[in-house]
């Protein structure tokens, strides 16, 4: 069987891509987005997944966007920076929704899945741009995601990113935490190695007969 092929099998038909978000706020219906990014994930012809690529965008608060000066405080982001180099959520998304349409086709899956830390705080952001953008094709499940704080809860037993990390063994550094690419790939590694230990330890296997 294909690489793509595997990893359509293991996650039900579904590709698993990482979002991270950094925001304005915690209302997604309210409160800007400033940054997202995503990472996707590939699968080798051992069966074992790992981080493949990431993009990130800078984003330019929509029209009427409420911005707390705490959430600026705790990313660090100045969303008004001249060399900021921040597009529209809907360019954003647009390009972002390509690239994962593409990589559902190329890897024989039926739809992505939102991978994050605290899942529906970034798939809350997302769904409320996709709306507010008229967006009619997004890629991913409405409803249904993985989340790495509840998963790294039972295989580490942290739910907070840079414990879980460091538990698995993965580098964090502080000071690049909150911007959403280093967020996505820090959860990226975290998801893939809570699938291989899972594997490793005697569950989901792929099939070769195949």
């Known amino acids: 069987m294909s690489e793509e092929h595997r990893i359509s099998d293991r996650f039900r038909g579904f590709l698993p891509v990482v979002i991270d978000v950094e925001t304005g706020g915690f209302n997604a219906a309210t409160d800007a987005m400033l940054e997202v990014a995503a ?3 590939r699968m080798d012809n051992t069966g074992l997944v790992a981080p493949h690529r990431t993009l990130n965008f800078h984003v330019t608060p929509f029209e009427g966007a409420n911005i707390e000066q705490s959430a600026l405080e705790f990313t660090g982001i100045d969303p008004y920076h001249p060399f900021r180099e921040a597009v529209a959520e809907k360019d954003a998304l647009d390009e972002l929704f390509k690239v994962v349409r593409k990589e559902i086709r190329d890897q ?10 605290n899942a529906h705080f970034d798939a809350a952001f997302v769904n409320a741009a996709v709306e ?14 993985f989340d790495t704080a509840t998963l790294s809860g039972l295989a580490y037993g942290q739910t ?13 550094d502080n000071n690049e935490a909150h911007t959403a690419a280093y967020d996505a790939e820090r959860t990226a590694e ?21």
Do not use: M
């Open 39 to 41: 990472t996707t994930i």
């Open 108 to 117: 024989s899956c039926t739809r992505g899945i939102i991978v994050a830390h």
């Open 132 to 145: 507010r953008c008229g967006i009619k094709r997004n890629p991913f499940h409405p409803f249904s995601y």
């Open 160 to 172: 907070v990113l840079a414990k879980a990390c460091a538990e698995a063994g993965i580098s964090f």
């Open 190 to 210: 975290l998801f893939c190695d809570i699938v291989n230990r899972w594997r490793e330890s005697g569950g989901w296997q792929p099939d070769f007969s195949a």
